[in-house]
């Protein structure tokens, strides 16, 4: 009998919410002042169990769990861990130019008080941007003293959001062979809103148009700048604007007939993202 590992939709939905909820509960309270931020923890935590307790209660009667085989996890793993590596995340890869900033702000909220201030020629200035990926791992880099734990604890936590957002994918798809969901794992990586083919294409009648910046995911049209990106290129440059995106979006399926728990499962977005 092959072994199988079995996920929950309960255990999911704890998993996702825990991810999402827990730096936002780390920031308000090494961030702002605890008469502030206690109140707004608790009180922030008694409408995610609220809402924890409704989809229980809605989807009690429903098919709850999502079964992949043990082999097929496991070489899904090791690609997504991969496609981690090859993104830059922990810094054992060469990383984009992005991470010139993504490596300073982390390592600011490592380093100095929280929260973090400039002072210069007399003005101070917060470090204001939207830093919800880097809360955890500046964290525990912080209570280490170490830049560099830091940087292991981003690889971790980053590579737990990708598998969540790979286990939802599967969810919302329905997947259930098993050659499928090795193959959703590929489509998580590489998935492209311009794919390479039709790119070479538009390239050849409207060469002048593209903006390459080494990568042909841009062109203009007219006096816009469009960018058509793959998932791997979101990782490799923007990562901490993608992940909590991208689960919220499936999260949001989840609650799709639920409006009164929309806003408790967008707030969030605004520490982590611009979307």
């Not at 992005?98 to 929260?115: C, F, G, L, T, Y």
């Not at 793959?230 to 990782?235: A, M, R, T, W, Y």
């Not at 993608?242 to 929309?262: G, N, S």
Request: net charge positive; proline share 3%; glycine share 6%.
């Amino acid at each position: 009998m092959k072994r199988q590992l079995i996920i929950t939709k309960e255990n999911y939905l704890k998993l996702i919410v825990i991810y999402i909820y827990l730096p936002i509960a780390i920031f308000l309270l090494g961030w702002v002042k605890l008469y502030i931020s206690i109140p707004i923890v608790l009180l922030s935590g008694y409408f995610v169990f609220k809402m924890y307790q409704c989809f229980k209660t809605k989807k009690a009667n429903e098919e709850t769990s999502l079964t992949i085989n043990l082999w097929t996890f496991a070489i899904i793993l090791i690609f997504l861990a991969g496609i981690c590596y090859l993104a830059g995340w922990g810094g054992w890869a060469p990383q984009s130019n992005d991470w010139n900033k993504h490596n300073a702000i982390m390592h600011d909220m490592v380093e100095r008080s929280w929260p973090v201030y400039y002072n210069r020629s007399g003005d101070a200035s917060m470090l204001t941007y939207y830093i919800g990926q880097y809360v955890l791992p500046a964290f525990i880099g912080k209570l280490f003293h170490s830049f560099r734990v830091a940087e292991l604890m981003q690889f971790i936590w980053c590579y737990f959001g990708l598998v969540l957002v790979y286990i939802g994918l599967i969810r919302t798809l329905e997947v259930k062979q098993e050659v499928k969901k090795l193959g959703v794992a590929f489509y998580l990586a590489f998935f492209s809103g311009l794919l390479i083919v039709v790119q070479r294409l538009l390239l050849y009648f409207f060469e002048e148009n593209f903006i390459s910046f080494g990568d042909y995911h841009w062109v203009r049209a007219f006096e816009y700048m469009l960018q058509y990106r793959s998932n791997f290129v979101d990782l490799r440059w923007v990562y901490p604007q993608c992940l909590v995106a991208w689960r919220t979006v499936l999260l949001l399926r989840e609650f799709k007939d639920e409006i009164q728990h929309y806003v408790i499962l967008m707030i969030p977005l605004m520490l982590y993202s611009t979307i």
